[in-house]
């Protein structure tokens, strides 16, 4: 589940090299929300510090 | 500054994120140093970031693409601030490796601050975006820095499904769980 984003950045090079610009921008944000959500599921160890 | 000067310093730009990323990776290979998922997410959040270099140099220079270099390296830097906040207490551990006295997601914080700075730079130029928006077919050293970067992103999910396989990685990997 973890490599899911390299494979859509992969993808969303490939797009940008055959020139499929827009193609290349949606797989790029689909990417940054899984990564985000991936961030979410692993971050659930409260901080130990004063803000 | 030209268009053609920005694409190439674009170029050199997503070098230096293959190189950062090859150096993690040879850790990873050479010392068996495995990444944590946090480190991961910071490898993609670096590859976000390097993802609107690429659009530079293959459709010219535009501010959109400055900005998702932005947003990749913001996410880049959440993650490794996180990971600095787990261990900054003295007596809290530390996971990986150090290089010059500072551990691998603390330099990652020194870097995504160095991408946006850079990028923040390079907006300041603003006769890059006066020419025409061609598309133009990468070729020579600036296809073989696409190449190396688009490598590295298919590198690092082949990676990450060997050591993770189809679930969420460990917290503290001890060993590649395709490969056992």
């Given at each position: 589940?973890?490599s899911?984003p ?8 490939a797009?940008v ?35 | ?18 190189i ?5 990776f ?10 944590c998922p ?18 530079n ?15 990749g ?7 490794a601030?996180?990971?600095?906040l ?6 809290t ?6 290089f ?15 991408i946006?700075?850079?990028t ?8 890059q975006?006066?020419?025409?928006h ?15 970067f688009?490598?590295l992103?298919l590198?690092n ?8 396989a ?10 590649y769980?395709?490969l056992?």
């Open positions: 589940m973890m899911i390299f494979f859509l950045f992969a993808g969303a090079l797009a090299f055959i020139g499929k610009r827009n193609i290349a921008i949606g797989l790029w944000a689909l990417s940054v929300v899984v990564m985000l959500v991936l961030f979410r599921l692993h971050a659930t160890d409260q901080l130990n510090i004063g803000l | 500054m030209t268009q053609i000067l920005a694409m190439r310093l674009n170029a050199l730009g997503l070098l230096a994120i293959s950062v990323l090859l150096f993690a040879s850790d990873q290979l050479i010392y068996g140093d495995l990444p946090l480190c991961i997410l910071q490898r993609a959040g670096l590859i976000a970031a390097g993802f609107g270099l690429a659009l140099m293959r459709f010219g220079p535009r501010p959109s693409h400055y900005g998702l270099m932005i947003i390296a913001l996410a880049a830097g959440i993650v601030r996180r990971q600095v787990l261990h900054i207490v003295p007596g551990g530390s996971y990986g490796d150090m010059f006295g500072l551990h691998f997601y603390t330099w990652m914080v020194i870097v995504s601050t160095l946006i700075l850079g923040a730079g390079m907006l300041l130029f603003d006769r975006f006066a020419d025409d061609e598309e133009r077919p990468l070729a020579g050293w600036m296809l073989a820095s696409f190449a190396l688009g490598f992103a590198a999910g082949v990676s990450t499904v060997l050591e993770c189809g679930g969420l990685c460990p917290d503290n990997p001890t060993g769980l395709l056992q």
